[in-house]
């Protein structure tokens, strides 16, 4: 009961209108969840969309109206939503945990977990194509809003947006840390946010500690998929 009222307390910084318009039974959508299911065969493909097209007999011509970069989206917003019904099952562990910033640890490893079922490194080359990087922002920016949430920040002004950026330059360098160490990405999490305590408490200036984040956030895309 307390732990609601808290929830309810900070609700007004929460952006509560950011979109996650996951329409059941809207012909997209029925393609779209069809074709998650098929995602670990044929990876987020246009292959995968037609797949599912034809897997719920419908005709190709049916799913000519899901775009090749819907997949991906609607992945995002799938998780982001089950991420949300773990946040608020009465049963989650997350609500043993008292502490902002481990909650924030707790939801950010949960939510990397669910990415054991896709190619992770196929996905974020997509998600970085230029053309693709102002809906992947977005989706990345609404996951961060959602765990400083859950994880009871009640910020607000400008402390809420830099530790919004905060987190999404921790959650992207994750990722891509998954990549190449998938078993070692908890602790991994856990260093970062605990960096991410000390190091957004010390910095005066909070335009520049959201600049340093904002700017990483993108630079490690770009770095790390380079690499390869």
């Not at 049963?91 to 896709?118: F, G, K, V, W």
């Not at 078993?183 to 408490?201: H, Q, R, W």
């Amino acid at each position: 009961m307390l732990r609601t009222l808290r929830l309810r307390g900070v609700r007004a910084y929460h952006a509560i209108d950011h979109p996650n318009p996951i329409i059941a039974n809207n012909p997209q959508t029925v393609i779209l969840d069809e074709a998650l299911k098929l995602v670990p065969t044929y990876g987020f493909t246009r292959e995968c969309i037609t797949a599912a097209t034809r897997h719920l007999n419908y005709s190709d011509a049916t799913g000519s109206i899901v775009k090749d970069f819907d997949l991906p989206i609607h992945w995002l917003k799938t998780q982001r939503a089950n991420l949300e019904k773990y946040a608020i099952a009465p049963e989650s562990p997350l609500h043993q945990i008292t502490d902002e910033y481990a909650r924030a640890t707790n939801l950010m490893q949960t939510r990397l977990s669910y990415n054991n079922q896709i190619d992770l490194k196929e996905l974020v080359a997509l998600l970085a194509l230029p053309y693709n990087m102002p809906e992947s922002a977005a989706e990345l920016h609404n996951l961060s809003d959602d765990i400083a949430f859950y994880a009871g920040d009640a910020s607000n002004d400008f402390a809420w947006y830099t530790k919004r950026m905060g987190l999404s330059s921790i959650y992207v360098s994750s990722e891509l840390y998954q990549i190449q160490n998938p078993g070692n990405v908890d602790a991994f999490v856990a260093d970062k946010i605990a960096s991410l305590k000390e190091m957004g408490a010390a910095y005066n200036n909070v335009e520049e500690w959201a600049l340093f984040n904002g700017i990483s956030a993108f630079n490690l895309i770009k770095s790390q998929l380079m690499r390869g």
